[in-house]
DNA sequence: TTTGTATATATCAATATTTACATATGTTTA
DNA sequence: TAAACATATGTAAATATTGATATATACAAA
């Protein structure tokens, strides 16, 4: 099996999903992967019995493939989270271009920051939504790391925090090159 | 041309480099990308005339090729530079592992956190000797956003920001973990 | 003395990922 | 009212990435 493969199954331990629901929480997880690579992975992985599902039949909708984890699937995971993780690959454009910053005038390099700081105060947004409704439905039991709830928000908050630096750094960014424009005049 | 040439154009556009130093560059980037992807790469932005390199004989060493940005290279940088730029893509296993992180017993739990903690730890210190090397050599130029040095200083702290961060998360969950052990005694 | 590491580049095969094509229905927006 | 979007799954082709093999010298460690 691939990396892919065990992520989907980490996610679904937690409880059943559909690929559709997999594809955008791989996407809220920065981990983008399209349906194309989902669809074929969670069949494969049904057929290697890591995977059972349920067929939904649905009115007004397309019906659907509910996947859960099977006793396979489980141990096969409990394997996968044991062993070395490699170093993460952070693949973000963005910051490679900043890189060669000096080669854009001020202004440009003012908005460029600009727009990414507003692209992530709506994740910071959107992902305090989804903690806060953590916080409120599992109050009791997130404090049990046990609990089928406690991995899922540690990440959520490990994504909060990372979201919420970049914010920090685009303002401080943004200040060396407002401290720059003020020596210019 | 593909993303990851605007990167490898991005990086040279600072000082010119061998594809063997790119390599590395990538890697502690978090963007990962192995010299057979990189030497391929390389040729065919010469081919397209975006780098030219210089070929240095060494004696006790292999030769090298030394690439440098063109013109026609810096132009093709400027006009992605201002196009958008894609969510960044994480893949990281060990918070995917986390996810399913009630299906290991806590004190596994606990050193696999203790050991990304390690990790963590010496990647902050090479990364605040690297920033320190930039700040001895260029104290007056980092003030000046146009400069050379600023893109890869502002980068290099957001990286330095982001691992520090990982390390105070880590502290964070042990505390959890302890704090749940006290209540099961 | 052999094995591993660092320096350096190159190519091939295998695998993973992206992009495009395909289908179908209900709802929302212009 | 037509176009876009959300729901839902699937496949095929193109491209990107990884892993392996190849070559060559110097140096350090086992």
Redesign the pocket.
């Known amino acids: 099996m ?3 493969g065990y992520v989907l199954l980490s996610i679904i331990s937690i409880r059943p999903y ?4 997999l594809v955008q929480i791989m996407a809220a997880a920065s981990w ?6 989902i ?2 992975l ?2 494969k992985l049904e057929q290697q019995e890591m995977l059972s599902f349920e067929y939904v039949e ?1 009115i ?6 509910i996947y859960s984890i099977t006793e396979k699937g489980e141990e096969a995971l409990k394997d996968w989270i044991v062993s070395e993780s490699p170093d993460p ?1 952070i ?1 973000d454009e963005f910051m490679m271009k900043i890189y060669a910053m000096k080669l854009i005038d001020t202004n440009t390099a003012k908005s460029l920051i600009e727009k990414r700081l507003a692209i992530f105060e709506e994740k910071v947004t959107s992902r305090e939504a989804t903690l806060q409704a953590i916080e409120k439905n599992h109050q009791e039991t997130l404090k049990d790391i046990t609990s089928k709830q406690f991995g899922r928000y540690i990440f959520f908050k490990r994504k909060h925090q990372m979201e919420k630096e970049e914010i920090s750094w685009c303002k401080w960014v943004l200040s060396l090159i407002d401290d720059y424009s003020k020596t210019k005049d």
């Open positions: 691939n990396t892919l559909t690929g559709y629901e983008k992967a399209n349906h194309s690579q669809y074929p969670l069949s649905q007004g909708k397309p019906n659907k493939k690959i693949r």
